[in-house]
């Protein structure tokens, strides 16, 4: 079955913070700033693209931009032909600063072809979560994107696997963004093969304490946050990075690495320690930081039917 001509479908989906400190590769945090995608089927073989705001001066045109492969792929993979496209594109999510821009646009995409597939092949939960891994690599970005909330992923022999959880509400978080930017795989190769039996026992311990104080009991944050498998590595590559997430912890806030960076991430224990927070930044940092305060968004991404409704 062709997808219909003219079918047009709304996305939108979430930034995400991953890590969270000690929860490495593992948690996600879904984050209220959001990225929108209109797309429309057209005739085989056309391809429209416009996109405005983050990134648009740097993102492709053509069927090499990733909501574009990220359509095709869920085509592929439920043996469908591809319409034409076209796509229009809002987005909000910083691009290269760790807030899962890249997530979000393979989320966009799989989002996308499940609304343009509605009444013929059901995209469901495991099966997006799937293909989003596939393309993405790892779980922990998409999976809040997909889900919202706190995620905890992980893999098995199934495949890639989550748990929604609810954050409590005194969880106020709060980024820090820069103007430079930072790869995803230069930071993931600045990273050792191996570690000590120490620092994986300290994660594992931090980890199950972040989810009692993400969940449950806020003012556990800070020691809960405590991290030494990935952010200390990652220091050399970005010292503005390091040096603000140190200052923050110095005066009491719960701060971490965003992702892979370079953006800083603050789990305030309450909205007023936001502002504090902001002070801190202005304090001691020496680059510019722009500050965003933003709720846990628990809905995660969405897709509707522009004629029919929501899907």
Sequence with gaps: MTTPLGRSVSVRVPATSAN??????TLGLALSLYDELEVTALEPGRLEIEVDGAGAAQVPRDASHLVVQAIAYAYAAVDRPLPGLALRARNVIPHGRGMGSSG???VSGLLAAKGLL?????????????LATELE????????????GLTIAWMDENGPQHKKLLVHRGVSPIVFVPEFTMSTSVAR????????REDAVFNVSRSALLIAALTQSPELLMAATEDKLHQSYRAAAMPETDKLVQALRREGFAAVVSGAGPSVLVLADGPGRRLEAAQ???????TPWEALML??????GTVRDNAEGAT
Excluded: C, I, W, Y
């Design 137 to 148: 690599g790892h779980p922990d970005n998409v999976a809040p994107a997909l889900f919202g």
């Design 295 to 300: 709720a846990v968004d628990f809905k995660g």
């Design 280 to 286: 801190v930044a202005a304090t001691n940092a020496d």
């Design 20 to 25: 969270l400190g000690p929860g490495f590769d």
């Design 189 to 196: 190769g600045l990273q050792p093969d191996q570690f000590s």
């Design 118 to 130: 509605e009444g013929d092949v059901e995209l469901g939960a495991d099966t997006l979560l799937r």
């Design 104 to 106: 979000a646009a393979v």
